[in-house]
């Protein structure tokens, strides 16, 4: 069994972090009286599961997605729309 702040030295996360993903219950654990005890089993469950700090990086483009891009935008040169949908700087 783990306290909160073994487990968030684990996790190299905040004692409140911990307290937060327990009660939100993403991580499990069992409260004994006021205290959280949490198994290293579920510790670990979390650990695989959570989704790494900051925003996630944008995917690259496909042949495919950059050839479509392309034609989309030929088509609204030869209909006329390209300058009606574009937004005008200031």
């Not at 219950?25 to 670990?44: M, S, T, Y």
């Not at 944008?58 to 949908?85: M, P, W």
């Amino acid at each position: 069994m783990l306290s909160v702040a073994q487990a968030a030295a684990e996790l190299n996360a905040s004692e409140a972090y911990v307290r937060r993903m327990l009660l939100r219950q993403r991580l499990f654990g069992i409260k004994v009286g006021i205290v959280w005890a949490i198994l290293p089993n579920d510790l670990e469950a979390f650990r695989r599961t959570r989704r790494p700090p900051g925003r996630p990086r944008k995917l690259a483009l496909s042949a495919i997605d950059q050839a479509s891009a392309i034609r989309v935008v030929r088509e609204r040169k030869r209909a006329g729309t390209n300058r009606l949908l574009r937004k005008p700087r200031r």
